[in-house]
């Protein structure tokens, strides 16, 4: 949109607008003259403007567009866009006036916003990329290295010995955070990747299915690929995982649901045929990591019992208008 230009006489009224200005400010054509500057301003900010007004009089010297910063103006209907103005003191007719340029920067600042979004996620991106590398490259090394030396042990052991079980377990354990590990990896090194959201889930899915010896139902309602902002989207593929991870662990289920809705509000709910949490405390990180993922986008979490057996998690959080 082309720059509304007013002149403004030292009592505060437009003498003079351009055409783009009454567009600017939704006047009809030739509405704003003869109207206060401050019209133009948010009533909050006419007092404000007014003294700045007269501080402009006492010493008028020209500023540029960009010698001011978050200014608001004020159309006639009453909405407020973001403007820069620049100023230049004239003379018309012997009397000395201010010539304001107005340029809406609505579009300017989005575009702004956009750029700072870009660069935030690749900053994030870098730091995900880091913390891969670091995990593989010391915590899985480790983790080897600390299952071979038990290894070692066990072969040491005889059959019977009680402590060989012990130390089988505790293998398994570390067998099962490598894995944990380079699941972690893999979803780091894809958060960026054009992988539809949909078919993440459903890979997701398919991917923890061995560990439950059946393979989940999926139900997918909405526009997941599109109305899930960036910063949720990278919270759904752990949700899933950790809540089907929690049913393989606890639930002895022969069947389970995983429905991903999209609406105002994204909600991932697990629900099984397993023996249910009854009247005990749920156990172990993943539940605590669901709730505090949950907690931190704004959202809530539950998980408990389903009639007439099993259990049932609903995670859900507010897409808010970035989606």
Not at 27 to 39: K, W, Y
Not at 86 to 99: D, I, K, N, Y
Request: aromatic residues 4%.
């Amino acid at each position: 949109m082309p720059d509304g230009i007013v002149v403004v006489g030292a009592d505060g009224r437009i003498q003079m607008a351009n055409p783009a200005a009454d567009t600017l400010f939704a006047a009809e054509p030739g509405g704003l003259v003869g109207r206060s500057i401050e019209d133009l301003v948010p009533p909050e900010l006419a007092e404000r403007h007014r003294r700045h007004r007269a501080a402009f009089e006492q010493r008028p010297t020209a500023r540029p567009m960009n010698a001011y910063d978050k200014l608001l103006a004020r159309r006639l209907d009453g909405s407020t866009f973001p403007a820069q103005i620049a100023l230049a003191p004239v003379t018309l007719r012997g009397e000395r006036c201010t010539v304001a340029t107005v340029r809406d920067v609505t579009a300017q600042l989005a575009t702004q916003e956009r750029l700072a979004r870009a660069v935030r996620r690749t900053l994030l991106a870098e730091d995900r990329e880091r913390i891969a590398r670091d995990l593989h490259d010391t915590v899985i090394q480790e983790l080897f290295a600390i299952g071979m030396g038990l290894q070692a042990v066990v072969g040491e052991l005889d059959e019977t010995a009680p402590a060989r079980a012990r130390l089988d377990s505790a293998i398994d354990a570390i067998d099962d955070v490598i894995r944990t590990v380079r699941t972690v990896i893999f979803d780091v090194h894809r958060a960026d990747d054009d992988v539809p959201l949909r078919t993440r889930v459903v890979e997701t899915v398919a991917a923890v299915a061995p560990s439950l010896g059946f393979e989940p139902e999926i139900v997918l309602v909405g526009d997941i690929d599109h109305r899930i902002p960036p910063v949720v989207a990278e919270h759904l593929e752990p949700v899933v995982r950790e809540a089907l991870t929690n049913v393989a662990k606890h639930a002895g289920a022969t069947s389970a649901t995983v429905a991903v809705e999209v609406g105002d509000h994204l909600e991932v709910r697990v629900v099984d045929d397993g023996r249910g949490p009854g009247g005990r405390r749920p156990e172990g990180r993943g539940l605590l990591n669901l709730a505090e993922r949950a907690a931190a986008l704004g959202g809530t979490f539950h998980f408990g019992p389903r009639e007439p057996s099993g259990s049932e998690m609903v995670w859900r959080v507010p897409l808010g208008d970035g989606a």
